[in-house]
């Protein structure tokens, strides 16, 4: 009549394992939601983004190609897997013969809740088929969009729109329809076998219903693969057999031999699948195997070892015979797909000889020469227009050129970002760093072909507030390329200012305050948009701070180029994005292109490698850096509105196929190239990658003879950089510059490199394209030196600067004490018959804060070398004393004007001097100083070198 006495708490325990299950349940629900909820607040908040940047339509596009896409295939998929299921279950044996305790469970389990089961496989599958189908939108609307590129392949006579848009989407389809019938195979079988209907006693055994069931799936599958054999045909001309390396198209053994066999193997494998089709009534293996047999043997057979014959037999002997139809289609298709068809390629018999005056010709090249390396001076521009921790300028600045005090001048630009990093650990606070330090403040450029006489830059357009000759413009950057993840800025009229402007010494406070009055971001002042970023960005206090009110927006998606990605998905972006003053306004300039996979018998290229130098740092990659192009065009020029974050994408190249294809998918988002507004035209550029493909092109694909070509002994690379300053190895980069190449009737903007021959270091080519906007624009000019003469290429001239007597003396004074020496970036320019190299010597301290101050320049033409204070002075040290050109630069002579001393002794204890007043002022922070004292201390370097030659010293320049 007594319970035991654990009787009642196993009873109370009962409940536990459920209380379990509605924990897990609870849990996995909660889960859920958070994730739902995170997505739609990544939805919703990229929605508002695109309405704030008008490019709705995009958003749009984007949302409902992917989306038809999914049900186009998801529902498909889904029905064809139910089917399957349910016809193997339908079909199954009468009666079951004994299985395992295993399969017998399975089938048991599977019967109670069929529906349910096959429900679930054909929608899960189905989902997963129709999420990457989703993925492949841009494939779609290209297909759907396709305009003709007017140019037809040499082999099949197909427009290259088939290759670049028809053949990707047809391939897709094909595979997914192999996946399709793949997947429902898996699913038939596994249900016949569950069902019984397929045993394995011995060997598997199919009932006579099973049979007929898997041979029409198998009949489908093989006449795909027919399918698959007859578009491989065209797939060769835009595949690469790995005996050119990057070559695409036919070659003599694709056309002769594997083009036919593609053909022969459709062919038999229609005859397969017709034999497994017949199978469906006449139910025996034995003429399906047949046909599987057949086509197996001729795969190995016909489409494996005969073309391995023809090629090592027939071609190998006589490749370059019997390949010279093939190459000559390479070569012609590659130099159309790069653009670089019309390049002016010339014979330049470069002297090495001087004489006086002969750089009177080329006057107006030598006074634009540009000095200032902007890969060097970044941390200058920091010491010196910084102004606060808070702000920064970007590592490598750009190249630009203004029209100042009536000429057109190389100018090195940046402009001064908000840092957050350089804020104190105490001031790193929420509210700081999102709602007060919001933005940068100015736009500073310095002349590129000059220096004051302390080595610093010659600023046209500096200082907080701006002041120089660029006139009066905006210079708030709320987007740029150090901007934070996100700010919230706004207030209502009358409140007073929160965000950090700049700092400023009559303000009692010592800073001006802002209110941002602009229309970029989202408005984001009512309680449900703040739940929404919330979300989004992982941040409590965007929902709760009373800082935030009802005129707030908050600006996100803040780079350049990340927001020109977002607008234009289907465009590939210059590495570099650079700012200019146009129209009041600061505006970043990002160049876009169209590119292809799917040019026949272009040669591809991986960008990352191909647009790769001394410089190129992660930050300054291609959005898709592993991306392989065999075609490309610079077909839209983009801008970004620094202060509101307006993009514009403007048609550069209008009649470029891609771009009306993806403006026929996107109508509306690109303006044409009339609508380029003329401030902004001055200030376009080739662009920077674009020239870097095409120099890497040239470097083979500037022969033209295809027997010349197979050889192989003309071809160029590109040298490696010389110099010290970039930090590390690499090829040279591209060097903008404004230049006259021989056949020009003026200097022009450019942008120039050199060749070296692919196994020697002496200069083979100098190659530079226009890079200012006008009738000559992207005009593309090679000066191909004579193979038999010895022009130093620039490893050759940086080794004979490094090993000069003299040079070396100077850089051994220069480098004592606590200063270093930096190489600025080693020119080449066309001048005088020959070639000039130009090289700027700066010295820094070596510890503490310094920056580089250029203080000596080197010149090289032919065997003579001089390394002087200033540009002038090298070119008439070079030119025997007169060059025949005025650089611009202001005579040098020394103070008080008198000639400097000319004993040693005397000028080496000057030098020495000079150094330690260089350390003092370093360390006492007294940059005024500092620059005093290096000139002082390359004046007492001069009159040393001067007095050890026993000649009188090049004056030094006064401040």
């Known amino acids: 009549m007594f ?22 349940v609870l849990l996995a629900a909660a889960v859920a939601l958070l994730i739902v909820t995170g997505i739609v607040a990544d939805f919703w908040t990229d929605l508002l983004w695109f309405r704030s940047v008008g490019f709705t339509r995009v958003f749009r596009t984007q949302l409902l190609t992917k989306a038809g896409l999914f049900v186009a295939f998801a529902l498909p998929v889904a029905a064809i897997l139910a089917a399957n299921i349910t016809i193997a279950y ?18 048991r389990m599977f019967e109670a809740r069929r529906r349910l089961v096959t429900t679930g496989v054909a929608a899960g599958v189905g989902l997963l088929v129709g999420w990457v189908a989703a993925g492949e939108w841009r494939v779609f609307l290209q297909w759907h969009h396709g305009v003709r590129f007017g140019v037809t392949d040499p082999q099949f006579g197909l427009d290259v729109a088939f290759y670049a848009f028809g053949y990707p989407w047809w391939r897709f389809l094909l595979g997914a329809a192999f996946t399709t019938v793949l997947l429902a195979m898996l699913v038939a079988l596994a249900t016949h ?79 397969c699948a017709g034999l497994f089709f017949v199978n469906v009534v006449r139910r025996s293996w034995l003429l399906p195997g047949i046909g599987i047999g057949l086509l197996l043997f001729s795969a190995v057979l016909i489409g494996g070892i005969y073309p391995v014959l023809v090629q090592q037999f027939y071609v190998r002997p006589a490749e370059a015979d019997r390949e010279a139809q093939f190459i000559a289609r390479n070569i012609a298709a590659t130099r159309q797909a790069y653009g670089v068809q019309d390049a002016r390629i010339q014979n330049y018999d470069a002297v090495t000889d001087v004489e006086p005056g002969q750089l009177r010709a080329d006057a107006d090249t030598t006074a634009s020469v540009r000095l200032l390396d902007p890969s060097v001076v970044s941390s200058t521009y920091q010491q010196l227009q910084q102004v606060r921790g808070f702000y920064a300028f970007a590592d490598l600045l750009d190249v630009d050129r203004y029209l100042i005090d009536g000429r057109h001048q190389d100018t090195v630009v940046a402009v001064r970002e908000l840092n957050l990093s350089g804020l104190g650990q105490g001031q790193r606070t929420w509210v700081n760093q999102h709602l007060r330090y919001t933005h940068g403040f100015g736009f500073v450029a310095a002349r590129g072909n000059t220096r004051n006489p302390d080595g610093k830059p010659t600023f046209v357009e500096s200082d907080i507030p701006p002041q120089g000759k660029l006139g009066k413009y905006e210079p708030r950057i709320y987007f740029g390329e150090q901007s934070p993840e996100y700010s919230v800025v706004g207030a209502p009229p009358g409140a007073a200012p929160q965000e950090i402007d700049y700092p400023d010494d009559t303000s009692p406070t010592g800073q001006r305050n802002n209110t941002y009055r602009g229309t970029g971001g989202v408005p984001v002042g009512s309680l449900g948009r703040r739940l929404l970023f919330s979300l989004r960005f992982g941040e409590e206090k965007i929902l709760l701070s009373s800082a935030i009110n009802a005129e707030s927006r908050i600006l996100y998606i803040r780079h350049p180029r990340e927001r020109v990605a977002k607008v234009a998905p289907w465009l590939t972006l210059d590495s570099n994005a650079y700012p200019a003053v146009v129209g009041g306004r600061i505006v970043w300039i990002i160049d876009g292109y169209t590119t292809t996979n799917g040019f026949p018998y272009s040669t591809r290229v991986t960008l990352d490698e191909a647009t790769a130098d001394s410089l190129t740092s992660p930050e300054r990659q291609v959005i898709t850096p592993r991306e392989e192009i065999n075609y490309i065009r610079n077909s839209v020029k983009a801008t970004v509105d620094a202060y509101d ?41 080739y662009p920077e990658d674009l020239f870097k493909v095409q120099r890497e092109i040239l470097a083979r694909y500037h022969v033209t003879d295809p027997q010349a070509f197979y050889g192989g002994q003309d071809f160029w690379r590109i040298p490696d950089d010389p110099t010290e300053g970039s930090g590390h190895r690499g090829r040279q980069p591209a060097f903008y510059l404004t230049l006259r190449m021989p056949d020009q009737p003026r200097p022009t903007f450019s942008l120039s490199t050199t060749f070296v021959p692919a196994n020697r270091p002496n200069l083979a080519a100098f190659m530079a394209v226009d890079a200012e906007p006008g009738e000559d624009y992207g005009t593309i000019r090679v000066l191909q030196l004579p193979r038999t003469t010895a022009i130093p290429g620039p490893g050759q001239v940086q080794n004979n600067f490094n090993s000069d007597s003299r040079v070396a003396q100077i850089i051994n004074l220069l480098r004592r004490g606590e200063s270093d020496v930096v190489y600025g970036n080693l020119l080449t320019l066309p001048v005088g018959g020959g070639l000039l190299y130009v090289e700027p010597i700066y010295v820094k301290a070596r510890s503490g804060t310094s920056y580089p101050l250029l203080q000596k320049v080197l010149v090289g033409f032919g065997d003579r070398i001089a390394f002087e204070n200033t540009l002038q002075e090298a070119l008439d040290a070079v030119f025997q004393g007169r060059a025949g050109t005025t650089t611009g630069e202001a005579p040098a002579t020394p103070p008080g004007g008198q000639p400097a001393s000319g004993d040693l002794n005397q000028a080496l204890a000057d030098a020495r001097k000079a150094l330690a007043d260089a350390e003092r002022a370093r360390v006492a922070g007294d940059w005024a100083a500092y620059g005093e004292a290096q000139r002082r201390l390359a004046e007492a370097i001069e009159r040393a070198t001067a007095a050890q030659q026993g000649s009188q010293p090049s004056p030094a320049p006064t401040p």
């Open 3 to 24: 319970e035991p006495e654990d009787a009642e708490p196993r009873a109370a325990d009962a409940p536990g394992p459920r209380r379990g299950r509605r924990l897990l």
């Open 90 to 107: 339908r079909v199954r044996p009468p009666f079951r013969p004994r299985r395992d305790t295993t399969t017998e469970e399975l089938w």
């Open 193 to 271: 076998h569950l069902a019984g209907g397929l045993r394995f006693e011995g060997r598997p055994r199919l009932t006579s219903a099973a049979q007929a069931h898997m041979s029409l799936l198998i009949g489908l599958f093989v006449l795909l693969k027919a399918v698959a054999y007859w578009l491989d045909r065209y797939g060769l001309a835009i595949s690469s057999d790995g005996v050119f390396p990057g070559w695409t198209g036919l070659k003599y053994t694709q056309a002769n031999a594997v083009l036919p066999v593609k053909a022969i193997m459709a062919s038999i494998a229609v005859i």
């Open 645 to 685: 974050g307006t993009v514009t994408l403007y048609a550069w190249d209008d009649t470029d196929p891609v771009l009306r294809t993806w403006t026929r998918a996107f109508p509306g988002t690109v303006k044409p190239r009339s609508a380029i507004p003329p401030e902004l035209l001055a200030h376009l550029r």
